[in-house]
């Protein structure tokens, strides 16, 4: 299947918190690794404090095989978990201990980001490494 989903995140207003302010608009592009992608991002952001272009560079992971959207049968072992060479081999021990199959290797999927800085007003952008993009303003 082929979709485009790009997303934007919103904050709380340090102000006041009750006023969402807009954030950053994002996307990872690359089928069924575009909603694992934008999870890890946000995660990456929000949970590990990592600004927009380290969000984007991080390793990531991907699930695949299993039962799919359009119908296709899933596969005997239920699908696989995909990482890639950034992520430790205690976390591929401990996925493998925990019954799934692991698989290193490119997870595929693509981000750009441009992201306002509430306080100043500032735009940032990025994108990441496993694409040839640059993130450009003046």
Same mark, same amino acid.
């Given at each position: 299947?082929?979709?485009?989903?790009? &997303?934007?995140?919103?904050?709380? /207003?340090?102000?006041?918190?009750? *006023?969402?302010? =807009?954030?950053? +608009?994002? #996307?990872?592009?690359?089928?069924?690794?575009?909603?694992?992608?934008?999870?890890?991002?946000?995660?990456?952001?929000?949970?590990?404090?990592?600004?927009?272009?380290?969000?984007?560079? &991080?390793?990531?992971?991907?699930? /695949?095989?299993?039962?799919?959207? *359009?119908?296709? =049968?899933?596969? +005997?072992? #239920?699908?696989?978990?995909?990482?890639?060479?950034?992520?430790?081999?205690?976390?591929?021990?401990?996925?493998?201990?925990?019954?799934?199959?692991?698989?290193?290797?490119?997870?595929?999927?693509?981000?750009?980001?441009?992201?306002?800085?509430?306080?100043?007003?500032?735009?940032?952008?990025?994108?990441?490494?496993?694409?040839?993009?640059?993130?450009?303003?003046?």
């Amino acid at each position: 299947f082929h979709t485009i989903i790009p &997303a934007f995140m919103h904050i709380l /207003d340090k102000k006041d918190n009750v *006023t969402w302010l =807009p954030y950053m +608009s994002f #996307g990872v592009m690359g089928g069924n690794i575009q909603p694992q992608g934008h999870v890890q991002i946000v995660s990456n952001i929000v949970d590990y404090n990592l600004n927009i272009q380290e969000a984007g560079d &991080a390793a990531r992971w991907v699930h /695949d095989g299993s039962q799919q959207p *359009t119908g296709e =049968p899933m596969n +005997s072992l #239920g699908g696989f978990v995909g990482l890639e060479s950034g992520i430790c081999d205690s976390v591929a021990a401990n996925l493998t201990a925990r019954g799934h199959q692991v698989s290193y290797g490119p997870n595929g999927g693509g981000y750009q980001a441009i992201m306002r800085d509430p306080e100043t007003g500032v735009y940032f952008g990025a994108t990441e490494m496993r694409k040839d993009g640059m993130a450009l303003g003046y």
